[in-house]
């Protein structure tokens, strides 16, 4: 794991500190993280424990280092992320490597900055700078925070090295002018102008999340209010962000976006023993907004899809819509006329499901009824070349009643997409009872390769669908 600030790690630091401070042979403090980074935030997974609100919190231990009567440097290589940088930000003093980068990502699981980050950036580097970095989790490297005065020294040798030397030179010198909490914003006057600006970016970046936006009328805070006001101001949005379902889950996103590709089943099976068979094309039954917009997904992946309806007035329908969401993408610069033309020459419509005998994968899209499903997948089982491996979009069906219906249970899995499933990088990957770690795998392998994030733990099991077997699952706001 990477150096966070646990309980732990937060107590050890105020000790340090305090130990420092009361011991006269002690002139400077250097805050240097072990190993190979500074810390790179609070522990997210500590959120919503006991330990994130035990004594000291990050905000004691900034308190502590700022109002030191020693000249307190940190000294960072790696990456000084989230509480790390606010840690960084209370010292009189910061140092980097060369190669070191610095940022808030806290909106990207969202949050802000709630130790203090929000009301002493925009003190150093200015508002436009602090707005950029805090609304939109930017990091950036060494050399661009030197040049926003966030950093005073760049280093290329010895980070602790050059830190200590950095220290002798800084003995004795005032230390107020290096309480960021003691200085005024910097280009305070053009607030209202900065805030509209990136309002409207993260408005269009961003749509519908909560966090960019309270983080940046947290920057605005800081200056309107006093240090104080702005600092209660940004506890009370912090705490609005915690408890609400975004940052829960964005949060929750996060693990699963690492814990995927580790994926690891019950029975041993995992992503390092078993082995996926690659998709080479795919059919997908069902033209309503679930089947054409996997259908989109899979021909922008360049997966060739044989879309099945049998109503054919909405399977023209459906080629219509799926053609109107490309041109959307080419209008947004996503893709280009070109490759609009190449999705839609790999994707074919029919209104029958003979025509799926030679595709490798299945995703039947149709209404949630048990029924209806056993009856396609009991055709498709006739129709289908043996090694095909046949999925369900279904979201609440048992996957082990619809694999009954066929011969081939191993190859029976639920890939869940949500809607518009061309947006949204959810996706519930179910296996069944019988369903074999070489579909799983496979299932597990195309998720990724269409872009989506997913997950396999037992654990999460429990968090997403307790009716399910087992959930992949991240999600995209
Ligand atoms: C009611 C509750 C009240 C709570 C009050 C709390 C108030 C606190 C308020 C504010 C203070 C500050 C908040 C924060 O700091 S939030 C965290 C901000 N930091 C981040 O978001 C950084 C996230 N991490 C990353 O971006 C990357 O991990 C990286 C760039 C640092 C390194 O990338 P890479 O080398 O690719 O490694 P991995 O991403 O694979 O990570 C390795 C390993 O480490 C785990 N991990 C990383 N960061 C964290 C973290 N901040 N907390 C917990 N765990 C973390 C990651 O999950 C991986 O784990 P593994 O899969 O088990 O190996």
Not at 48 to 68: C, D, F, Q, R, W
Not at 108 to 118: D, H, K
Not at 137 to 151: C, E, P, S, Y
């Amino acid at each position: 794991m990477l150096k966070v600030l646990h309980h732990h790690v937060r107590e050890g630091l105020f000790e340090g500190i305090k130990r420092a401070n009361a011991d006269e042979q002690v002139r400077a403090i250097v805050i240097i993280g072990e190993g190979k980074t500074f810390p790179c935030g609070a522990d997210i997974r500590e959120f919503h424990t006991h330990a994130s609100v035990k004594e000291p919190v990050l905000t004691a231990v900034g308190h502590t280092i700022e109002n030191s009567g020693k000249p307190v440097i940190s000294a960072i290589h790696g990456t000084a992320l989230g509480g790390g940088l606010e840690i960084a930000l209370c010292c009189h003093y910061r140092i980097a490597s060369e190669n070191a980068r610095i940022g808030f990502p806290e909106v990207l699981i969202g949050l802000l900055p709630g130790a203090e980050g929000t009301v002493r950036l925009p003190r150093l580097s200015g508002l436009a700078f602090a707005m950029d970095m805090i609304a939109f989790g930017k990091q950036v490297n060494a050399k661009d925070a030197f040049r926003h005065g966030i950093l005073d020294k760049l280093c290329n040798g010895n980070i602790l090295e050059e830190a200590k030397q950095f220290a002798t030179k800084v003995i004795g010198q005032p230390l107020d002018s290096r309480r960021l909490s003691r200085l005024d914003v910097k280009d305070a006057a053009n607030v209202d102008l900065l805030f509209e600006v990136a309002l409207a970016q993260v408005k269009r970046k961003s749509r519908g999340q909560i966090a960019p936006i309270y983080c940046l009328k947290s920057v605005r805070n800081s200056v309107r209010m006093s240090f104080d006001k702005a600092v209660e101001e940004e506890q009370r949005l912090i705490m609005e962000l915690m408890t609400g379902y975004q940052s829960t889950a964005l949060q929750y996103s996060f693990f699963a976006d690492r814990s995927a590709p580790k994926w690891r089943l019950p029975c041993g099976a995992s992503v390092h023993n078993t082995k996926p068979s690659r998709i080479e094309t795919a059919g997908v039954i069902g033209a309503g907004t679930m089947g054409s917009g996997i259908a989109v997904c899979l021909i922008r992946a360049g997966v060739p899809v044989i879309l099945v309806e049998k109503n054919k007035k909405m399977l023209e329908k459906a080629m219509k819509t799926i053609s109107g969401i490309l041109d959307g993408s080419v209008k947004l610069n996503r893709m280009t006329s070109e490759q609009k033309e190449q999705c839609l020459a790999i994707l074919k419509g029919t209104s029958t499901l003979d025509k799926l005998s030679n595709v490798d994968m299945v995703i039947e899209a149709v209404y949630e009824n048990l029924e209806l499903k056993r009856e396609i997948f009991a055709q498709l089982d006739k129709v289908c070349k043996p090694s095909t491996l046949l999925c369900s979009n279904t979201s609440t069906l048992d996957i082990d009643k619809i694999a009954s219906a066929t011969n081939r249970p191993d190859k029976v899995a639920g890939t869940h997409f949500f809607a518009p499933a061309f947006i949204m990088k959810l996706m519930e990957n179910v296996y069944g009872t019988k369903t074999s770690p070489a579909t799983v795998a496979t299932v597990m392998e195309f998720g990724r390769r269409l872009g989506k994030e997913l997950e396999a733990t037992k654990e999460e099991i429990k968090n997403i669908r307790l009716h399910l077997t087992v959930t992949f699952c991240t999600i995209d706001l």
